[in-house]
């Protein structure tokens, strides 16, 4: 079932996982930091909500629990944008696309469609994911 | 500041690394899910596992310390059940998302502002929640050596094995 992509190499994802790994207890190892993500959206959504209902956000305890702050995990997901933007463009392998391949095949080319579904799946996907503290 | 170029230096690695995995878009993830196509698991298996050894290493060298989160089963059932749902609605995981938008896929954008609206209602409900799920199942800071009450190096193992029969049985299915 696995596709090519005819002469732009994908790395195995036993060495790109290893390595990762290995990034992974380098961090630790250094910095003592363990990755994450999903705590930067609740900051990054303090910050915005704190410039419209700023009096809201003071008194919500989550946003007490988790300040609108740029820390590390803040940096390591912008981070993530500007690796994968290096790794893609040196191998020429970055796409604009608004509608992905497989939903497209399913779901037809409407941007619209796919823009709700997103979006929509973001909030679901990120409520869970702060219910589940992960 | 130090501890900034840290993290943004750890995501650029962290970004490159999956985007030569090719993990992040959407047609993997949703490879996945469809049970069609296993590399983002091979992915995140071998990264686990690689972590988990160099983790517990560095632990008992005394070089690092664990960063363990509480295990609530109504908030890790519940909320990974609603995660799921998203995730296979949006075809992106949070963090990965942004590598997605790095290699052009701006679908993403949509997903990112709804991940805002998410965390905007979460932290709405927290109050609710603290009080009702995140009570239900609450066994605190533990880990798997320490409830079987074992050294974590007869359980580390059992895992590596695991994963490498996992591996195999995926390289054999040709998924």
Redesign the interface.
Known sequence: ??EKENGKK????????????????A????????????T???R???F??RLFIPERVAS????K?ELPK???????????????????TT?K???????????QNRFGPS?VK????????????????????? | MT?????????????????????????KQ??ALRL??M??V??????????MV??YI?KDLG???L?L??T?LG??I???????????????????Q???????????V???????????????L??V??KT??TWGDFGKITIPQALGINHWFIIPIFVIGGILL?WWFEKK??
């Open positions: 079932m696995r994908a790395w195995s994802p036993y060495l790109a996982g290893a390595l990762t790994g290995l990034l992974l207890v961090s630790v190892w250094f910095t003592g930091k363990y990755v994450g993500a999903s930067t959206f609740v990054s959504t303090g915005i909500e919500l305890e989550y946003f629990k740029i820390d590390w995990q803040f940096l390591f997901v912008i981070g993530i944008f500007f690796g994968s933007l290096i790794a893609s191998s392998t970055f796409k604009l696309q608004g509608v992905p391949d497989m939903w941007k796919r823009g709700v579904a997103a979006f929509v799946g973001g909030a679901i996907a990120m409520f869970g994911a702060r219910l589940a503290d992960g | 501890e900034l170029i840290y993290g943004f230096l750890t995501g650029v690695i962290f970004g490159f690394l999956l985007q030569k995995g090719r993990v992040i878009r959407y047609d949703m490879a069609m196509d590399t983002i091979k992915f995140m298996f071998t990264s686990i596992l690689v972590a160099g983790v560095l070089l690092a310390k960063s989160k509480s609530v908030g890790n519940i909320g990974g059940l609603i995660f799921g749902i998203g995730w296979g609605i949006l075809g992106y995981c949070p963090g990965t942004l590598g997605a938008l790095g290699e052009g896929r701006w679908d993403t949509w997903g990112i502002i709804g991940m805002h609206v998410g965390a905007a209602i979460f932290a709405e927290y109050p929640m603290k799920v995140l591996f040709n998924l």
